[in-house]
C-alpha cells in the first residue's frame, strides 16, 4: 500500500468523525476493513441512540398491536394522498414543488440518504445460513435489484441525477444531509447486539409515507422520470411487499428472543432513528431557490474574477473585484437586483443578466449548463407565468448515460478474479462468503457487485432468480 493511502487511512480510522459526511466517506471507503467498521459503527449508534427519548416514541405497547398499527397508518397515509389528489382535482397548485427547480433541489439534497438505499440491512446478509433472517436479506436483495443495474435503487437514482445535470451540485451539500445516511451505514456495520435495532429501524422505513406518494405524482407532472420513487410504492405495499415482509420477519424473529421486553425496548430506539437527521418533508419545507443560486454564482466566482473586462462597474467596483470574494457574490446579486440586472417575478427575457448568459450572442452564453440555467430561470420568474397564466420555459438538457462510460481498457480483473473463485469452489458456504463483500454499500451497485447479487439470488433465492425484475 503506498504510504500516501495508508497515512490518509490511519488518519481515517483515528479521527473522532466531528461531522457525519466523514462518517458516511469511512462507512464507504472500501480499503477500510470490517472490523474498523464495525467498531466505529457501534461507538456511532451508541451515541445517537443516547439522544433518544424512549418516552416519547410513538409506538404500541403490546406486540399483538404491531401490525394493526402499522396497516392502520398505512391506511391514513393513502386517505390523506386520495384528499391530495381531490384538491389537485378541483385545480390546486403542486404542494411541493413549484417549478422543476424545486424538484431539482429537492433531489439534491435527498441524494446522501439514497445513494445508501437499503444499507441498513446488510449485515444481516452475514446470516444467510440462518432461516429467521431470510425475510429481511430478500428485502436487502430486492433493494439492490436482485443485481440488475436498471433495478437497483443505487443505480436508478445515480442515473436520474446524471441524466438531470446534478451531480455536482450534491457534491456542495452542507453537512446536515449526511446524518440519516451516517445512521443507515452505521446500522450496515453494526454487530449482532444491534439486530433489534436494525429490525425496529427497517419496520418504520419500510412504511408507505405521504410524501413519497405526492413526491412521485408531482414529479411525473414536471416531466421527470419519477421510477426510483414509484419503485418503492410498488415494492414496498403492505400486503406482499417490504412492509409485510418487514413485519413477518420482526415477529418470527422476536418469537425466539428469551428477553422480549428488551428486544422491545431496542426495537422501538431503533425504530426512532428513522427520525434522525433530516426528513423529506423538512427539506420539502425548507426548499430555497435563491441559496441554490448564490451556490452557482459563487462557484463560478472562482474562475469568473480575473476574466471580465474592468470597463463596466457596479457601484464603483468592477466586476472582477465583486467575484474577487465569495462573500461578496450575495451583495453583488443585490446589487444587479437594483440595477435592474435582475427583474424577479418577472418574465426572465425581460432581465439583462438572463440575456447575457442564455442567448447565443450575449457575453456569458456557455458560462451556465442547461441545469444552472433552468434553477436561475426558476428563481428570477417565480410566480411571474403561475400569476399570468403563461407557460414557463424548460430548459432542454443533454441527456447523459453511465453506460456510455461503463467500458474501461484499465479494468483491474476483479470481476474475472470472483467469477473463478466462485466457479472454482464446490461449497456453498465458500462460494456465499467470497460474495458478501460485494453486496456491501460501496460495492453492490458497481459492475462487479451487480454479478455477485445475481449470484447470491441463485443460491438462496433460486424462485426469485427467474422473476421479472423490472419490478424492483
Excluded at 420 to 432: D, H, P, T
Aim: glycine letters at 4%; a negative charge.
Amino acid at each position: 500500500m503506498p504510504v500516501a493511502v495508508k497515512k490518509q487511512l490511519l488518519e481515517l480510522l483515528d479521527k473522532n468523525h466531528l461531522n457525519y459526511c466523514d462518517l458516511v466517506s469511512f462507512f464507504q471507503n472500501p480499503d477500510i476493513s470490517v472490523q474498523e467498521k464495525e467498531r466505529k459503527a457501534s461507538n456511532f449508534l451508541k451515541k445517537e441512540i443516547q439522544t433518544v427519548k424512549a418516552e416519547a416514541i410513538e409506538f404500541p405497547s403490546h406486540i399483538d398491536q404491531i401490525r394493526v398499527w402499522l396497516e392502520e397508518g398505512n391506511k391514513t397515509q393513502c386517505l390523506e394522498y386520495q384528499t391530495y389528489l381531490e384538491r389537485r382535482k378541483q385545480g390546486g397548485d403542486r404542494e411541493y414543488f413549484k417549478c422543476i427547480s424545486h424538484a431539482f433541489e429537492f433531489l439534491v439534497k435527498v441524494a446522501p440518504v439514497k445513494k445508501v438505499d437499503g444499507a441498513w440491512l446488510y449485515s444481516l446478509v452475514h446470516y444467510w445460513n440462518d432461516p429467521i433472517f431470510r425475510d429481511l436479506i430478500q428485502i436487502y436483495i430486492e433493494e439492490l435489484g436482485l443485481g440488475s443495474k436498471k433495478a437497483n435503487h443505487v443505480c436508478v437514482f445515480d442515473d436520474l441525477i446524471l441524466n438531470l445535470g446534478l451531480e455536482h451540485f450534491v457534491l456542495d451539500l452542507e453537512d446536515e444531509y449526511y446524518h440519516q445516511p451516517a445512521i443507515q451505514l452505521a446500522l450496515a456495520y453494526a454487530p449482532p447486539e444491534f439486530i433489534p435495532e436494525i429490525i425496529g429501524f427497517n419496520l418504520g422505513y419500510e412504511q408507505l409515507p405521504l410524501h413519497l406518494l405526492i413526491t412521485n405524482y408531482e414529479l411525473r407532472e414536471l416531466g421527470i422520470d419519477p421510477h426510483y420513487f414509484n419503485l418503492h410504492i410498488t415494492i414496498d405495499n403492505m400486503d406482499n411487499g417490504h412492509a409485510d415482509l418487514s413485519i413477518k420477519a420482526f415477529e418470527k424473529i422476536y418469537s425466539k428472543f428469551k428477553d422480549k421486553n428488551t428486544f422491545i425496548e431496542k426495537l422501538k430506539l431503533g425504530f426512532a432513528l428513522n427520525d434522525k437527521g433530516l426528513s423529506s418533508k423538512q427539506i420539502i419545507k425548507n426548499l430555497n431557490l435563491e441559496a441554490l443560486v448564490l451556490k452557482i454564482l459563487k462557484r463560478k466566482a472562482l474562475v469568473g474574477n480575473v476574466i471580465h473586462s474592468d470597463k463596466c462597474a457596479l457601484n464603483n467596483k468592477s466586476i472582477n473585484e465583486w467575484l474577487g470574494t465569495p462573500e461578496l457574490v450575495e451583495e453583488f446579486v443585490e446589487v444587479l437586483i437594483d440595477k435592474k440586472w435582475i427583474n424577479l417575478g418577472q418574465d426572465p427575457e425581460q432581465s439583462r443578466f438572463w440575456k447575457l448568459i442564455s442567448h447565443e450572442e450575449g457575453k456569458m452564453y456557455g458560462v451556465f449548463n442547461s441545469t444552472e440555467k433552468q434553477i436561475i430561470y426558476d428563481w428570477i420568474a417565480g410566480t411571474f407565468f403561475k400569476d399570468s397564466n403563461l407557460p414557463p420555459q424548460r430548459i432542454k438538457l443533454p441527456h447523459k448515460n453511465k453506460d456510455d462510460f461503463m467500458f474501461s481498457f484499465l479494468s483491474n480483473g476483479e470481476l474475472e478474479d470472483i467469477q473463478q473463485q466462485i466457479s472454482e469452489s464446490g461449497n456453498l458456504a465458500v462460494k456465499m462468503n467470497k460474495l458478501l463483500p460485494y453486496l456491501a454499500p460501496h460495492a453492490h451497485h458497481r459492475e462487479t457487485g451487480l454479478w455477485c447479487t445475481q449470484r447470491f439470488v441463485d443460491f438462496l433465492f433460486p424462485f426469485l432468480s427467474d422473476k421479472n425484475l423490472s419490478r424492483y
